[in-house]
């Protein structure tokens, strides 16, 4: 309410302000039990059952069920919380930026080694080119 | 008399860390970065600091959205590489100076920062990752470690402006500090990356390579940077570079430049590093 | 739109708290100081406010040494009455407002102050006890409280002048809101006393009426005092009163003053009560 | 080393700095354990067992057994983190207060009554009266 958000006109990006903290409080909390050696195995053995122990919407825990991780963000989640669900998966972050670009890994992979992702056409909503 | 000697910049990229602990450090993807760090090495096994003021980011590991402190101090003896999610990393523990720390959390509250002090903390790859750049994999980190944890994952983090401010607040700290100690500055973080959504994958050399050179010589203008370009530029996580100012605030108005490297790509992030001497 | 309309400062003597909790307020010892606060429980009853902005400091309760923020806000939805020792006080939870606590944290660290977020803690006699003298004993608290706790504890804390400014950075960002709420600020804690060692009971009547009457109408010159004034002539732990300066910073210049009120002892303490309204 | 210590020639007064608080960290964190009515019991049943389990020194927990708060102080307890113990014996700040002045609960409150300790003679260490 009334909080300045200057970036809201940056392109495929969420800010983590107070208002998307305050919607993805229990989600990012869960990731943090995941920081946990024996959380990390109880939640392995049953996903459903362990996220049903904390206060998440039924979105939310679909959103972890499904790996959806731009779905996560877009429901309060922070990509540094979040990057504990890829870690216990085994996975890296660049694996889960794959999957937030709808590429590939390899496609990505190869992006980032040819500079990365151009910021020309990529700065303001309005002049976004849709994909790299 | 304590002193600021020097003042280091790096990214601190958990990629690397993972291709330091898993001996990957030769392979072609890595072997270009790591070389990056060779005259690094040397120089600080020359310099031998007794005290790195290690500026960082913890990233959800020691803080949550329970507890997020603005700027906090690690003040306690000793503290343990967090687990992350896939382990601790396999690096020493970091021992801290509890009296220094102690120190400068008094004279920089006293300057108008509002210091969070913490003594029991773990340190993720933020503090670490710059330890195993700079120092290898030794037995034992050779010289003590202050945390000087910033928040740049919720909204707002400082700003640029306050963290250089932070920076000469540390320098009068540690300046009045009475033992014989050879002190670093470490800014952590960056360069440009952005790790979310379908915009992950940004990087932008020219405001990196920008950054890089303002850094070293127009800290002042620098630091008026607002968040937002820091964000739109070099993507959601750039915002990281703000603690690279803090390291220069630390500094003297003009510096020589020891060493410059940059480079792309490690993992989702472009690599920077610094070295600055005070005369 | 919001606007701070008023500001309350009171002592928070857990003992205060107890002889309400027991009864014991119209006991001999008592009755004289609670009858400092019936213009105050008739005059709350008018103003309704909508929020507090509860300034205060934690006794050891939420924060240890493990870690000890300068400066925390409360964001949180609810707040459990603290555990001290001797079970939690038979009090109403503390309902927070996380909409204004999150726009004012933004808006607060925006304006250079090193803010610690906090959405979980409990609350302990320094921020229940003046809920407790201004409401009575209700079933649940008639208002949203905002928790802002300084700390007091471990020197130094933040310094008068520090407090008084962050009182103007709350002005500022409540003045920004958009919601239409009627906001007070409290600042709570002291007056004189000394709760340690043998000069513990130290009371100064003088240094506290004087505290008083500048805090009305010389706030600016008493922003200036320094740390060791007020342990050496208000005892060590009358350094609570920089809280009430933050109250008097979010106020305007020139106050209307409603109420004061001066009474000797609660326990250790001299208690010391005003209400003061902007025009 | 080198803490600017400007309220050191305060009488009868430890301040809570810095050097304190590493002296007394783990009193100060043994007193935040008894805010659970669990480890209250624990520490009332056997107050040497339940001390032993913290790495404070022999002489702060005999101060602790002792009841002896300047000594605590001294060894860098700090009374907010003290005030656990004596809240757990069911006893008040007054009381406690008043042991630490040497006088007895009842002189102690009958100063207060009074309207306390004056701060005359009580400013500066080299004026100190030497009692009220
Ligand atoms: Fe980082
Ligand atoms: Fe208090």
């Known amino acids: 309410m009334s909080l300045d958000k ?27 039990s995941l920081m946990k050696a024996d959380n ?10 362990y996220l049903d122990e904390w206060s998440m919407t039924e979105a939310q825990k679909q959103a972890v069920l499904d790996r959806d991780y731009n779905r996560m963000i877009d429901l309060g989640g922070n990509i540094y919380f979040l990057a504990k669900i890829f870690s216990t998966d085994g996975l890296s972050f660049q694996h889960a930026a794959a999957t937030m670009t709808g590429m590939s890994q390899e496609e990505y992979a190869q992006m980032m080694l040819s500079g990365g992702r151009s910021p020309e056409g990529n700065r303001y909503l309005n002049e976004t080119s849709g994909g790299d | 008399m304590a002193r600021i000697t020097a003042g280091v910049t790096t990214s601190h990229v958990p990629a690397i860390g ?60 000793k503290f343990q590489p967090a687990d992350e999610g896939w ?63 910033v928040n740049v994952v919720l909204y707002p983090p400082p700003s640029g402006r306050r963290c250089y401010e932070l920076g000469k607040a540390l320098r009068r700290a540690v300046d009045s500090f009475d033992g014989d100690l050879n002190v670093q500055v470490w800014g ?5 990356h952005q790790l979310q959504g379908p915009r992950a994958g ?8 920008d950054f890089l050179e303002r850094l070293v010589n127009d800290p002042e203008g620098l630091s008026q940077m607002p968040h937002v370009e820091y964000m739109r530029e070099a993507g959601s996580e750039g915002i990281e570079l703000v603690m690279w100012l803090v390291m220069r605030g630390a500094l003297d108005d003009k510096v020589t430049e020891k060493h410059r490297f940059y480079h792309v790509p490690a993992s989702n992030t472009a690599v920077g590093h610094l070295i600055l001497e005070n005369s």
Not at chain 1, 40 to 49: I, L, P, Q, V
Not at chain 2, 33 to 38: D, M
Request: negative net charge; aromatic residues 10%.
């Open chain 1, 40 to 49: 990390r195995e109880r939640f392995k053995a049953d996903e459903r059952a």
């Open chain 2, 202 to 209: 940004l990087i932008n050399r020219e405001f990196d390579n």
């Open chain 1, 6 to 32: 200057p970036y809201a006109d940056i392109p495929g990006t969420t800010v983590f302000d107070a208002d998307m903290a305050r919607v993805g409080y229990h989600l990012n909390q869960f990731c943090m």
């Open chain 2, 188 to 192: 952590t973080g960056g360069m440009s």
């Open chain 2, 18 to 77: 993972a291709a330091i602990d898993l001996g990957k450090t030769q392979q072609e993807y890595w072997a270009p970065l790591f070389k990056g760090y060779e005259y690094s090495k040397r120089w600080i096994g020359e310099q031998k600091p007794d005290v790195i003021l290690l500026v960082y980011n913890d990233h959800a590991s020691a803080f949550s959205m329970e507890l997020m402190p603005t700027f906090a101090i690690g003040t306690g003896e």
């Open chain 2, 87 to 149: 382990g601790p990393r396999p690096v020493p523990e970091v021992v801290g100076h509890p009296e220094l720390a102690a120190h400068i959390a008094q004279s920089v509250i006293q300057q108008d920062f509002d210091l969070t002090l913490v003594n029991r903390m773990d340190v993720d790859h933020g503090l670490t990752v710059p330890l195993s750049l700079m120092f290898g994999q030794p037995g034992a980190w050779p010289c003590k470690v202050i945390p000087i944890a």
